[in-house]
C-alpha cells in the first residue's frame, strides 16, 4: 500500500485533501505516483526552478488541453533539485525554494502536482523505465515538454520519446524555445543575470521582480546608529543571491497581523537593499540587509520578501562614516525615485512579484 504523504510548507501549511494535499482550491500535492493510480492527465516533467515565463508557457499549455479534453492537469518536478545528487561538488544555486515553487506552479490552475523526491535510484532509470513508472500508474494523455527535454540517465532525445509515447499510448507534444524580447528564457540565463545585477532582465524572463524570502534577525546595530535601520535576513540556504552592491527593491511582510496598520499583505514597501560584505566594518561574511522607507516598526522574526528592482552601485569602501551616510542618503533618493517609476510602468511584473 502506498504511503500518503504531503509537504508540509512552513510558509502555508495546507490541508489534506484526497490522498494529497490541496493548495487553495486547485492544486493537489503528491509524493508518489503510486497515489495517482488511473488518472487520466496531460503531464509535464522538469525541475522548474525559478518557474520562469518558459516554464509558465509549458505548464499553461498542458492545463489548456487537459481542461479542453476533460483530463486533469498535472506537473511533476522532484526534490532536492537533481543537480545536488548527481554533481554535488557543484550544486547549483537556486531560483526559489521548493514551498515557493508549489506556489508558483499553482497558478495557472494546475490541477495536480507531484513532488518526487531525487535519489541515486531514481537517477538510474532509463527513458523507457521512466516512461514505464509514468504509466503504470498513471492514465497519461499528453507529455507537454520542450524540444531540448530527456527523462532518463541515457539522455535520449524528444524524439524517442515519442516513439516510446506511440507504443504505450500517450502523444508527445513538444514546444519550441520560449523567447522574450529576443532572448531565450532559460534557470541558467536568469542566474546569469542576477549573478552580475542585471535585474531587469531577470524580471523580463522570470515574469516577476527576483526576490527572496527571510526571516528579520538581530545584526549589529550598525545600520540604526548611522540613522538607517535596516532589516537583516537570514534565508535559505543556496538561493540565488544578486551581485554585490545597493539595489532599489520592494519590501513585503508576511505575518498576522502586519505592525502597521495601513501594510496589507502583499503591499510593496519601497527600499533599498544591501548584499554584500559591508566593507567599512570588514565584517567577512555576506549579508542581505533591507532599509524600508518611511517606515518605523519592530519585524524582529518575521518573515519578510524583498524583490529586486535595479542596481544602482557597487559596495564599496568610504573615507569616513561622513561620506558613506551621505552616500546612503543619496542611494535612497534615486532608489526611492526607480521605485516610483516602477509602480506606474511595471504593474504586471508588480502584480507577479509577491509570492
Known amino acids: 500500500m502506498a504511503t500518503r504523504q504531503g509537504i508540509q510548507s512552513r510558509f502555508s501549511p495546507l490541508p489534506h485533501f484526497g490522498g494529497g494535499l490541496r493548495w487553495g482550491s486547485f492544486l493537489e500535492i503528491y509524493t508518489d505516483l503510486a497515489q495517482l493510480q488511473g488518472q487520466e492527465v496531460a503531464l509535464t516533467i522538469g525541475t522548474f526552478d525559478g518557474v520562469h515565463r518558459g516554464h509558465q508557457q509549458l505548464i499553461g499549455q498542458a492545463v489548456a488541453s487537459a481542461r479542453q479534453h476533460g483530463w486533469r492537469s498535472a506537473v511533476l518536478t522532484f526534490t532536492p533539485h537533481p543537480r545536488f545528487v548527481l554533481r554535488p561538488d557543484s550544486p547549483p544555486t537556486l531560483l526559489c525554494t521548493d514551498e515557493e515553487k508549489q506556489q508558483l506552479i499553482a497558478r495557472p490552475g494546475v490541477d495536480l502536482l507531484i513532488v518526487l523526491p531525487f535519489t541515486p535510484e531514481l537517477a538510474a532509470h532509463s527513458t523507457r523505465e521512466f516512461a514505464q513508472m509514468l504509466t503504470r500508474h498513471l492514465t497519461l494523455r499528453e507529455l507537454w515538454e520542450g524540444a531540448d527535454f530527456t527523462m532518463g540517465h541515457d539522455l535520449l532525445p524528444i524524439d524517442y520519446i515519442a516513439q516510446l509515447g506511440a507504443e504505450m499510448g500517450f502523444a508527445v507534444r513538444v514546444i ?15 542566474r546569469q543575470a542576477i549573478e552580475v545585477g542585471r535585474m531587469q532582465t531577470a524580471a523580463t524572463l522570470l515574469g516577476r521582480y527576483y526576490s527572496i524570502r527571510g526571516t528579520v534577525v538581530h545584526g549589529a546595530q550598525r545600520g540604526r546608529q548611522l540613522g538607517y535601520p535596516t532589516a537583516n535576513l537570514d534565508l535559505p540556504a543556496n538561493l540565488a543571491l544578486p551581485g554585490n552592491g545597493i539595489y532599489a527593491s520592494f519590501a513585503y511582510l508576511y505575518g498576522s497581523p502586519l505592525p ?5 499583505a502583499g503591499t510593496p514597501l519601497l527600499s533599498a537593499t544591501n548584499v554584500g560584505y559591508r566593507p567599512m566594518f570588514a565584517d567577512g561574511s555576506r549579508n542581505v540587509e533591507t532599509y524600508i522607507f518611511d517606515f518605523d516598526a519592530d519585524i524582529y522574526d518575521r518573515d519578510l520578501r524583498v524583490a529586486f528592482v535595479a542596481h544602482q552601485r557597487g559596495e564599496e569602501k568610504f573615507a569616513s562614516l561622513e561620506a558613506l551616510i551621505t552616500q546612503m542618503g543619496e542611494d535612497c533618493r534615486t532608489a526611492r525615485a526607480t521605485l516610483e517609476q516602477a509602480l506606474g510602468q511595471d504593474a504586471d511584473i508588480l502584480r507577479q ?3
Open 176 to 190: 519550441s524555445k520560449y523567447e522574450v524580447d529576443g532572448m531565450a528564457v532559460s534557470s541558467s540565463a536568469i
Open 260 to 264: 502597521v496598520a495601513e501594510v496589507g
Open 353 to 355: 512579484t509577491f509570492i
